[in-house]
């Protein structure tokens, strides 16, 4: 389940070793060859989904192109040509310092964002590049222009792409975070990341004036960020809150609902719940999906209001009808697990797919699960593999994890246990959990990577040291049998234990013959019944084996066959050899079951199938008999 936005740490990506550009290198403005009045726009690029402010030839102020502060006439221009192309540079340059006078209200003029858009399309179409930034910021934040994400992200790239650091700024943010129509893409997020640390504050420079000089409330906020994620210049917590408060303060839904987040998670400022959601309140009613998906994340885990699922399920849809990502991956949880609403795994599934197709990594790791397992779609290895390696390049360790297992053991991809072993060591790096685990594994049993057991042993240990009780598992049976290290029984005792208190069955059930045999322990017949009853309950045949041969011998319990009987047949349907061999000498002898020397002799030779000596034994004398 993911964490709140922005910067849980679930959702913080550790910069990756090979940064991959993935840009779409489709969006390309058309040649300028003239320069028309913007309320003909019939040649200037424009999305489908965007509604275009058409210019009016005499905006408010005297910035108007026909005003005397203008000293450049834009009507009739001529085709641009290498003889003017100073002179098309001064006129973008006016034009864009037009644009940063009306958007910012700068020098005694009146804001006038609608003009301001205009002149800096003018500047953009004669090739400036910082008019191409400030233009698509516009598109971000509504400002003078209807918001278009898309149409944003478009001129973003194309500004980005020859070096614009507000334009990489952005790209690094959208990228990371996504909008409702924007593609999360984190692999190019920390491309665009170095790409502007490599220039540092001065590629700021645009936002920081404006921010500072100007007091502007969007690009307070976007400061905000550069500060909070490091990108331009150093993470500072401290800053980030400072520029997230100023801009909260004039209004700013964005920065409303981010500041709200430093509150839940004490970034930057001390941790203040109730001030939280306070915030995120305050910047869900102007409809701000982030906000609205943080207020259900607070109701589901209890975050400064009372736990209640009903009404996350609800904030969650909220956001998620809006098109955020994150809230219908949460979304997508609710149903699948039964979370405040009826369990269906289809809606499930539904909404998973409509976050994992905005490129957020969580739901392409739960889409590729569901797949994989059949939740709620039709079971497709190959689907589910193809998800995993959808969040896995983005470095999402799960995902990298279970991609690796899908190589090791052929699911929904050519089997390539080298293959496994780099997608483990990649999830390893990023503090997996489950990939400490399977490394261990391949290590011990030298799949993908030459077999080493000082190796399997040091990961193993640094799962188990997480708490993970598969690993605690494999680390006990180490020590108990000397692989890697030397037989310590008393250390693998400690780790059986501490694995089955988690519920672990194996270890439950090995936790339980070291009692009876005194391994490692005092040896406690009652506590190796009580051991192998926790996990015979969990369906482990070998522990139901154990118990049934503790009451056909009286370990730890009074004897009783037709007990013995019970826990024999229920691990034999299990085709557990031993349990099947024992089965057919009650059989056999009438031992709390009717006597049946046919079905003796099946059981017997089931035992013997799998190579177990005493089944072959008892087969043989039963059939010369």
Known sequence: ??????????????????????????????????????????????????????????????????????????????????????????????????????????????????????????????????????????????????????????????????????????????????????????????????????????????????????????????????????????????????????????????????????YGEGFGVERDRQKAMYWYRIAAEQGESVALYNIGYCYEDGLGVERNAYEAVKWYRRSAELGNAFAQNSLGYCYEDGVGIGENLELAAEWYTKSAEQGYPWAECNLGYCNQNGIGVPKDDSKGAYWYRKAALQGHARAQHNLGFCYQNGIGVPKDPVEAVKWYMKSAERGNIFAFHSLGYCYQNGIGVQQNLDEAVYWYYLSAEENHAPAQLSLGYCFRNGVGVPKEPKEAVKWFYRSAMQGNALAQNSLGFCYEEGLGVEK??????????????????????????????????????????????????????????????CLQLGQGVAQDVKRAVRYFRLAADQGHLAGQYHLANALVS
């Open 524 to 585: 406690n017949r009652e506590k190796a019944v009580f051991w192998y009853e926790k996990s015979a309950a969990q369906n482990n045949p070998w522990a139901q084996c154990n118990l049934g041969f503790c009451y056909a011998n009286e370990i730890g319990v009074a004897q009783n066959y037709e007990m013995a009987v019970k826990y024999y047949s229920y691990a034999a349907a299990q085709n557990h050899a031993r349990a099947q061999d024992k089965l057919g000498v």
């Open 1 to 262: 389940m993911a964490g709140p936005l922005t910067m849980s740490a679930s959702h913080i990506l550790h910069r990756g070793r090979s940064v991959i550009s993935k840009l779409n290198k489709k969006y390309r403005l058309p040649a300028v060859t003239s320069v028309t009045p913007a309320d003909s726009t019939d040649d200037l690029p424009s999305s489908s989904s965007s509604s275009v402010c058409s210019f009016s030839t005499t905006p408010s102020g005297d910035l108007s192109p026909s005003s005397s502060a203008s000293t450049i006439d834009i009507d009739n221009s001529p085709p641009a040509t290498s003889a003017n192309v100073p002179q098309d540079a001064a006129r973008a340059q006016h034009f864009f310092e037009l644009g940063q006078q009306l958007l910012f209200g700068r020098h005694g003029h009146a804001k006038d964002e609608t003009a301001a858009t205009e002149y800096y399309r003018m500047a953009m179409q004669l090739g400036h590049l910082e008019a191409q930034g400030a233009l698509a910021f516009c598109y971000e934040f509504g400002l003078g222009i209807q918001a278009d994400f898309v149409e944003a992200e478009r001129l973003y790239i194309l500004a980005a792409e020859k070096g614009n650091g507000l334009a990489m700024s952005r790209l690094a943010f959208l990228r990371k975070y996504g909008r409702p129509s924007v593609k999360i893409d984190r692999i190019e997020s920390e491309y665009w990341q170095q790409k502007i640390n490599q220039q540092g504050p001065s590629a700021l420079a645009w936002l920081m004036e404006a921010a500072s000089v100007d007091n502007d409330d969007c690009c307070q906020y976007a400061l905000g960020v550069c500060y909070h994620d490091g990108v331009g210049v150093e993470k500072n917590a401290t800053e980030a809150f400072h520029w997230y408060l100023k801009s909260a303060e004039q209004g700013n839904a964005r920065g409303q609902g981010i500041l709200g987040y430093c």
